[in-house]
């Protein structure tokens, strides 16, 4: 249906009004006993009542303007037969105004629709009895409550439409979410652990010619490390690659021998009073610090202070590399990995303080409360 005149209804509904003409049929039988002047004016008003009608149903805009008018005629229907209890015409101006979008302008049909059926009722019902009155005063209640119901009724399934639309941009936010859980993961566990393979295959390169059976045994950590990635890659896919800060120091050992580079290690981690969620995420952030020293520092040196008080959990790596390059502001990174603890850090409201100075060397700082709110989302990974 064209939308030339407002927002046009669903195509289901196109039909659907017609049905209710059906109780148009008292009027139009009632206007077959009056003068012929009388009947075709009358006929000729409850034709425009029908168009009106239909006009306000089909489409939104001016849905209150012709509502309005079907009230008018309601009026000159029941003054023309004298009779109040056509008033009741008025239940299609009612289902109108139900489908109001605007509360003001409901209210102000309302108040329309109170005022006419009161001047209906006080120019008709001079001659009406009692006994007809008995009749005709539950219909005009339930008049005015009706659309009262109705507009719940509408509120309601719009009510529904707005939760259902909610849960499918909460679906996709979740798939996003989790899509971007992928990426840090595949960023800061195989990362880590293909730098890992690198380094020790280069320097199995260099052995095998001077110190063959070091160059196996380098080999064999290489197949052992490709088997613990395989694992990672598991545990990655099924979310249950929990880590710990001891785990993770193991490992970090290990991977920094391998570069060459010194380690000095303070803290005692085994001691840590951190919950599983506040270990997961620090074991990562030191990953991913690790991954940083050994593949962009320089540095020969690297230290890791664990400290913990009464209030937060403090992880510190440093090392003695070349720095940021120059011209690049103190503490600002574009990179993935900083991008992804910062995020991590969000879950447990932990801070991230980067510094890196040109020749000598860069400060990871990574500070997270002992009291972690929302501790449900100790599943993160």
């Not at 059976?213 to 613990?228: G, H």
Request: charge should be positive; charged fraction near 20%.
């Amino acid at each position: 249906m064209s939308n030339s005149w407002g927002s046009p209804i669903p195509k289901r509904f196109n039909y659907f009004p017609l049905i209710w003409l059906v109780y148009l049929i008292y009027p139009a039988v009632s206007l077959a006993d009056e003068p012929l002047r009388d009947m075709l004016i009358g006929y000729a008003v409850l034709a425009l009542f029908i168009a009106s009608y239909l006009r306000s149903f089909w489409y939104e805009r001016g849905r209150l303007v012709f509502a309005t008018v079907n009230m008018i005629l309601t009026g000159y229907f029941c003054i023309l037969f004298s009779n109040p209890g056509f008033l009741t015409m008025n239940f299609f101006s009612t289902a109108m105004l139900s489908m109001l979008v605007s509360t003001r302008q409901f209210w102000s049909g309302m108040g329309f629709l109170i005022c006419t059926s009161a001047i209906a009722l006080w120019i008709s019902g001079s001659h009406t009895g009692a006994a007809e009155w008995v009749n005709i005063l539950p219909p005009l209640i339930v008049l005015f409550v009706f659309p009262f119901f109705l507009r719940m009724f509408q509120n309601t399934r719009n009510l529904k439409s707005e939760l259902n639309v909610a849960h499918e941009e909460i679906a996709r936010l979740s798939k996003n979410e989790e899509r971007q859980r992928i990426a840090r993961d595949l960023h800061d566990t195989l990362g880590h652990t293909l730098s890992l393979i690198t380094l020790k295959s280069e320097l199995a390169e260099k052995l095998v010619l001077k110190k063959p059976e070091q160059a196996i045994q380098e080999v064999k950590d290489i197949q052992a490390t490709s088997r613990a990635a395989l694992k990672q890659v598991r545990e990655l896919v099924s979310g249950m690659n929990a880590l710990s800060i001891q785990g993770e120091l193991n490992n970090t050992k290990a991977i920094l021998e391998a570069a060459g580079i010194r380690i000095s290690v303070s803290g005692e981690p085994q001691k840590l009073g951190a919950p599983p969620l506040v270990q997961n995420i620090l074991g990562l952030c030191l990953r991913e610090a690790i991954n940083n020293v050994v593949k962009h520092s320089g540095a020969d040196t690297c230290s890791i202070l664990l400290g913990e008080d009464t209030h937060k959990i403090t992880l510190t790596v440093t090392d003695n590399g070349t720095g940021a390059e120059l011209g690049r502001p103190e503490g600002v990174s574009s990179g993935r990995g900083l991008l992804g603890m910062k995020e991590r850090l969000e879950l447990i409201q932990g801070t991230l303080i980067y510094s890196s100075i040109p020749g000598k060397g860069t400060t990871l700082s990574v500070k997270v409360p002992k009291v972690v709110k929302n501790q449900q989302l100790g599943g993160v990974s």
